[in-house]
Each structure stands twice: as C-alpha cells, then as structure tokens.
C-alpha cells in the first residue's frame, strides 16, 4: 500500500491507495508546535479508523508547503511504518514541464494536482485548488504548466471578515438563502461565498479570453470545492474531483526509483 500526504499550512491531508484504489482519505489540523511523537499518534488513529494498519504499508509520498514541518513529519511517518517518505521538490521526476520564470517556486500540491489532471484530461486545462489559498493553475495545450494564480482562500476570507467583528463566533461555510444577507452573519456569508464564486467565474473568462477562447477543460478540487461549485455561473463545464492531488502523488511515486523511500536513517533530503 502507498500513503499518500498533502502537508498544507493549515490542513494536513491523508490517505492510503491498494493498488489504484484510494482507500479512504481523512483530515487534520496542521499545527506547527507538534513534534514527530504526537503526529505519529494522530496518523496511527487516523490509520486505526480507516481499517489499516500501518505493517500493510510499503512506501509514502508527500506533497508539502510547510518547509518547517517537512522534518517533523517525515520523522513521525518513518517512525510510523518505518520507510522513509519520498517528497516532491527538486530531483523528483514528474513528467512535467514548468514554464515559470522559477519553476522551484510551484508549490508540491500544485505540481501533484497538475499531474493528476493531466492523467485524466489533455490541454489547455485549468484547475483549481479550493484549499488553504484557492489556487488557479493553468496548463496549456502543450501539456506546459504556464501560469498559477493565488488568491486569499474562502476559509481564510470568512476568518478575517469575523476577526474584524465583534460578538461573533467562527462561522461555518454555508450559503445562505438569499444573496442579499438580512443580518450581518448571511451577509458576510453572502460575500465570501458568492463572491468567490464570481471571482472564479471571472477569472475563466480571463483565461478564456489570454487564449483566444480555446476550448477549455476545467477541473476542481479541494476541500472547499463542494461549498462553491454550485454557484458557479459559467458554460465550461467543471470536472469536480476531491482526490486529484493523491492522483497526482501516486503518479509521481510511480515515475520514481521505490528505493528512494530508504530506509530509516537515511538522508530525507532530495
């Protein structure tokens, strides 16, 4: 079995593949103060939860942003089902051709989700990344990856909306009925929620428009995607896909030497 992990700065991601069959995928809070021991205990019970134990895994692959973790966590896996995990960055082999002016700079998730689309659709594509930041990457009909957007998350948007108010509690990520709120909680729902999906909406008319109107596939993922995806207003049609980052790491992991998941005490640096 392969683990698979998306280390976010505010979501860490899980899950584990039989094969090609993604057996589950679970969730937790990314909480930089944590050491290896304690994060070894919380994948364990995720793992527990899920029906796997950690002896039935033979490698791991993780996408992260959240360099000040990479240590701690490659440590608490190790520990956990005793191989080194692989992580994507520099030397990794991935199929793919970054045309930015620092293609270092393209975060791993970003990277795993465009592998993982390309597996399923050819160019131009666009997908975007519904997560901590909504992120909106570009690949043209080349199969390049061209360009990336990143803009404030829809979690993140609601938050600094409410810590700016005062008497209200954190607010759940729920549309409210009308788009015209009739109390200051609808209202600021109201905002961050149909207002993302505008923004969305405008930005693949932008796109649409920088490359004359090809025909353009669109896919979406992460864990926000299902709170926006039903207000969004446009002809393209949308390819939801809540797993397309573990695509991408599994196909990754596949075009990489098995060895380099090493043994403990190894060297984890790539």
């Given at each position: ?44 019970n995720l793992l527990a939860l899920n029906g796997v134990t950690p ?56 990277v795993a989700n465009a592998v993982g689309a390309l597996g399923q ?142 043994k403990p005490g190894s060297d984890p640096s790539l």
């Amino acid at each position: 079995m392969l683990f698979v992990c998306s280390l976010e700065n505010t979501t860490l991601s899980l899950g584990v593949f039989s094969n090609d069959q993604l057996l589950f995928r679970a969730h937790m809070a990314t909480d930089r103060n944590k050491t290896a021991d304690e994060y070894q205990v919380l994948l364990s019970n995720l793992l527990a939860l899920n029906g796997v134990t950690p002896a039935e895994i033979s490698d791991a692959i993780v996408a992260s942003v959240v360099r000040p973790l990479n240590d701690v966590v490659s440590q608490a896996i190790c520990q956990l089902i005793q191989v080194r995990p692989l992580f994507v960055g520099p030397g990794v082999k991935t199929g793919l051709d970054i045309k930015t002016d620092i293609p270092s700079q393209v975060g791993a998730d970003i990277v795993a989700n465009a592998v993982g689309a390309l597996g399923q659709h050819a160019g131009p594509l666009v997908f975007i990344d519904f997560g901590t930041a909504t992120t909106v990457t570009a690949i043209n009909e080349k199969g390049e990856l061209c360009g990336v957007l990143i803009c404030p998350g829809v979690r993140i948007s609601l938050d600094a909306l409410s810590a700016q108010t005062t008497d209200l509690p954190g607010l759940s990520l729920e549309a409210p009925r009308r788009l015209f709120g009739r109390n200051t909680i609808d209202a600021m729902l109201s905002g961050v929620i149909y207002g993302h999906a505008s923004m969305v909406e405008g930005l693949l008319d932008r796109i649409a428009d920088t490359w004359n109107n090809k025909e353009l596939t669109v896919m979406v993922t992460g864990r926000h995607a299902e709170k926006i995806m039903p207000h969004l207003r446009t002809k393209k049609a949308v390819h939801h896909d809540p797993d397309l980052t573990f695509k991408g790491l599994r196909r990754i992991f596949q075009l990489n030497d098995r060895r380099k998941a090493s043994k403990p005490g190894s060297d984890p640096s790539l």
